[in-house]
């Protein structure tokens, strides 16, 4: 049998279980020949759909071709990398920020929206990835909730798009907003890494990451699996938070994930009608954070009602705003660029 041959009896070969040909599904790695004896490569990850297929494709070539498996395969599977020297899962993005903070409600998916469109005013190509599974609410906050998991023709997974940056989120894997994601944390973790891999993002200069709250798994395992370039944790400014966000400090630390810096998020409160100051839960206490743990201060950004129904309406502050809003995000973006480029 020749190459084109056996191209074609493999396009009428289905997926065990699917409805779809192997060839079109990607599945067939290449048809090639050693000593004279043709030989299918399949690049597959489940074991038993490889026995299934290989023991159809024996019974269909009578033999005569060699069924192999990719060598590679094992490389989707999670394989831990060492917080050290991670994996590179990303490796379209020239830049991994990753955005955390010690608690959840402080503003830190909103910052990382802001900081992903800054970027992209600043001309750089951005894609922006929703990895809080407790509460994904990238897509309300660009307004690209309405969208679904959507597949191009070569299975890849396409990303939306919206204020010029690409967006993919966790929470399109759930059919309506408000279902609540019930994973556990390896479930989480598989999911990440096939938005990693499998989403087609093109070519990035950033790639910023929504990350969940708090220290755990996650956290952990994306710094096992990215080179994060810069991590960014957002705070407000009252003692209980500054508490959680040191934990969240210490971990970055621990594991090795250089600190691009600390965000202060409604740090200030600036009244809409009179426009006078007021500092509501003291001052100083983030750049006083940033200081006792030696990590740059990026800026403050104002509890602003403004910047609360832009944010919830999915128009971000720093495209939608005012001058002045918009420049607190900016700020911040230069001086999280200053550490980073
Ligand atoms: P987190 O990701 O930390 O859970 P979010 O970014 O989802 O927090 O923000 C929580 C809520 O606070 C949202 O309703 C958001 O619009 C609002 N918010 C965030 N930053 C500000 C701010 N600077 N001023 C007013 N409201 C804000």
Known sequence: MNREEILKALQEVHY???????????V??????????????????????????ESRLDALFGGEVEIRRKASTQKKSINYGDTANPNNRAPYAKKVIAVTSGKGGVGKSTVSVNLAVALAQKGFA???????????????MTRTAHETLRWNEND??????????????????????????????SVAVSALIQFLEDVEWGELDFLVIDMPPGTGDIQLTMAQE??????????????????????????????????????????????????????????GGGEATAQK????????????????????????????????QKGYYKRIVDNLLAQIL
């Open 16 to 26: 065990p279980g699917l409805e779809r040909s192997i060839v079109d599904l990607k």
């Open 126 to 140: 951005v894609g922006l990835l929703d990895a809080d599974v407790y509460g994904p609410n990238i897509p309300r």
């Open 293 to 324: 743990y030696g990590i740059p201060f990026l800026g403050k950004i104002p509890l602003d009602m403004q910047i609360r129904a832009f944010s919830d309406e999915g128009t971000p502050p720093v495209a939608m705003g005012d001058k002045e």
């Open 156 to 185: 890849r997974i396409v990303p939306s798009e919206n204020f010029g940056i690409k967006i993919m989120s966790v929470g399109l894997t759930t059919p309506a907003p408000d279902t609540p994601l019930v994973w556990r944390s």
């Open 226 to 283: 990215l080179p994060i370039a810069a991590g960014v944790i957002v705070t407000t400014p009252q003692p209980v938070a500054l508490d959680d966000v040191s934990r969240a400090i210490m971990m970055f630390k621990d594991i090795n994930v250089p600190i691009g810096g600390l965000v202060e998020n409604m740090s200030f409160f600036i009244a809409p009608d009179t426009k006078k100051r007021y500092d509501i839960f003291g001052e």
């Open 28 to 53: 067939v790695e290449s048809v090639t020949e050693e000593n004279g004896k043709p030989i299918v490569t399949l690049s597959m990850q489940n074991d038993e759909a490889f026995e299934v297929l």
